[in-house]
């Protein structure tokens, strides 16, 4: 069995997004033999407020329960979907702010990776207007699994995530992405590429032209990211090759996953806040809300947990 999918949470709301990640949560769900937590959380206290700002009278009991009837109805809903895959899944109906119920109630019931559904909004909109699955992507301490409504999925006829393409560098969320997917693959028997990517601009530089030395260095960098990554890889019987791309990172981390057909696509994340994200930005945010195939985001919060996996094995194998 994955620890990976040991128990998967699936925020559940009325959107497209949402059923994409209902149907990959309750696939991956049967795939290895794990539990389903559908939740879907109550915001009345914004609605209420904004009603009010109107100037209408407003009753809020009678909108609560509405909104909390409506709510039941669709966590009752996704658990019959989900039966339609042959598995019973927990309900989970909660209040407050979205993000921090939904990682709230992932942490109450121990569950090992959160499933959500994201529009990709881009440009302005998404900056003022906000969304709960980057704020979940920011604050979650257990790998977080997101899907578009245009997400390209696996036959059904095969496993969910046979082929998967890992950034790897030498950052803290990187080892936290490369020890994830170890653990996950070492169970599951799948085919990892761990690619690194040399950014041109960075070889360019503010001075404006190519810097030999720069590229070598940067180059040879990630030649040990990956090269360690494999090595760590097979060391746990897992099927690994590397790679080195070079331009925009996310770019080329999604380029690669197209041409070698991957059905997944693992990500380290600093989960910054405020000013630092919006001006430096993110490679993972921008995967996220670009890339055809689902996308796992793993922080450095998560890395204990999630390689648990590797290193009991590491023990094992010094033991004998």
């Known amino acids: 069995m994955s620890n990976l999918f040991d128990r998967i949470l699936v925020a559940i709301d009325d959107s497209e997004p949402a059923k994409v990640a209902l149907a990959i949560g ?13 939740c879907n959380v109550v915001n009345w206290l914004t609605v209420v407020a904004e009603l009010e700002s109107t100037g209408a009278v407003v009753d809020p009991k009678s909108t609560i329960d509405a909104m909390t009837r409506h709510a039941q109805e669709l966590l009752d809903e996704a658990a019959r979907d989900a039966l339609h895959h042959g598995i019973i899944a927990q309900r ?14 992932a942490g109450k019931l121990h569950c090992s990776v959160i499933v959500m559904g994201t529009h990709a909004r881009g440009g302005l909109g998404r900056l003022f207007i906000g969304s709960t699955t980057d704020a979940v992507l920011r604050g979650s301490s257990i790998p977080v699994l997101t899907v578009r409504p245009e997400t ?9 995530f046979e082929r998967i393409v890992v950034g790897a560098d030498d950052s803290e969320p990187a080892r936290a992405a490369i020890e994830t997917i170890i653990g996950h693959a070492a ?3 799948c085919h990892v590429l761990f690619c690194s990517v040399v950014d041109i601009d960075t070889v360019v530089g503010a001075r404006g032209y190519y810097d030999t030395a720069v590229h070598a260095s940067l180059y040879d960098e990630a030649q040990r990211a990956v ?11 897992v099927a690994a090759e590397g790679r080195i791309a070079e331009g925009n990172a996310s770019r080329a981390l999604i380029a690669v996953a197209k ?6 696509i693992v990500t380290g994340s600093h989960g910054r806040r405020g000013v630092r994200r919006v001006f430096v930005g993110s490679v993972a945010e921008t995967i996220v809300r670009t890339s055809p195939v689902p996308v796992l985001v793993v922080r450095s ?15 094992t194998s010094a033991a004998l």
């Open 92 to 105: 989970q109906l909660v209040e407050g702010e979205p993000a921090k119920s939904i990682l709230g109630v």
């Open 187 to 189: 169970a599951d028997g």
């Open 301 to 315: 919060a998560a890395r204990a947990g999630a390689a648990t996996g590797v290193r009991a094995k590491r023990q």
């Open 227 to 237: 090269d360690g990554a494999v090595t760590e890889a097979r060391a746990n019987d």
């Open 152 to 160: 390209i999925i696996a036959e059904p006829s095969r496993n969910c």
């Open 26 to 38: 309750a696939r991956l769900a049967r795939e290895h033999d794990g539990e389903l937590v559908l």
């Open 259 to 264: 041409r070698e057909n991957a059905d997944l």
